[in-house]
T-cell receptor
Framework: DAKTTQPPSMDCAEGRAANLPCNHS???????VYWYRQIHSQGPQYIIH???NNETNEMASLIITEDRKSSTLILPHATLRDTAVYYC?????????????FGTGTRLTIIP | GAVVSQHPSWVICKSGTSVKIECRSL??????MFWYRQFPKQSLMLMAT?????????EQGVEKDKFLINHASLTLSTLTVTSAHPEDSSFYICSARDQGGPSSYEQYFGPGTRLTVT
């Protein structure tokens, strides 16, 4: 049973910020929001994760709403290499429960 | 950073034969590895969880006698597709948990193995 909802596809112009939304309205208090991406014919790549505070790393920023029912992944300056399927995953924080359930994700296409 | 490799990256085999796929954690130890399968234009589906030194745990609907998993060391897990059929053709991806990393429950994914059964 899917716990997240993402748009199936999005386009973004090269050099612009790509904002990818994710709804997780049934998220529990101990669940993190994780983002992975999968470039064609490769394994998934970890991007970022967060619990309730906004997070930023060298790849992206993660904005989580105050009620934690939705989040947005931001790629600040999209390049052609960012074309991929992006997966938003809700995952319990308790150690040992490690299954990652992948939904259908958002296919992001960066347009030159 | 944590690197996971898979071998082979692609393989073609005849129907009825068996194929072994290796998953290695190159710079960390992994007591737990995961095997996923991905059909074209579909998402990743977890097949099984592989634990070093013990039997794998299979997801519902995955035949354990067909997909044999062996996690013999802290850096190697193997998936053997036995008596392969064309419907087993898929992209097989493993991931490994870095038990000693700063976030010891993070999973790192391999590059995947494309299996084609003719």
């Amino acid at each position: 049973d899917a716990k997240t909802t993402q748009p199936p596809s999005m386009d973004c112009a090269e050099g612009r910020a790509a904002n990818l939304p994710c709804n997780h309205s049934t998220i529990s208090g101990n669940e993190y929001v994780y983002w992975y991406r999968q470039i064609h014919s490769q394994g998934p790549q970890y991007i970022i994760h967060g619990l309730k505070n906004n997070e930023t790393n060298e790849m992206a920023s993660l904005i989580i709403t105050e009620d934690r029912k939705s989040s947005t992944l931001i790629l600040p300056h999209a390049t052609l290499r960012d074309t991929a399927v992006y997966y938003c995953i809700v995952r319990p924080s308790n150690f040992g429960n490690e299954k990652l359930t992948f939904g259908t994700g958002t296919r992001l296409t960066i347009i030159p | 950073g944590a690197v996971v490799s898979q071998h082979p990256s692609w393989v073609i085999c005849k129907s009825g034969t068996s194929v072994k796929i290796e998953c290695r954690s190159l710079d960390f130890q992994a007591t737990t590895m995961f095997w996923y399968r991905q059909f074209p234009k579909q998402s990743l589906m977890l097949m099984a969880t592989s634990n070093e030194g013990s039997k794998a745990t299979y997801e519902q609907g995955v035949e354990k006698d067909k997909f044999l998993i062996n996690h013999a060391s802290l850096t190697l897990s193997t998936l053997t597709v036995t008596s392969a059929h064309p419907e087993d053709s898929s992209f097989y991806i493993c991931s490994a948990r870095d038990q000693g990393g700063p976030s010891s429950y993070e999973q790192y994914f391999g590059p995947g193995t494309r299996l084609t059964v003719t």
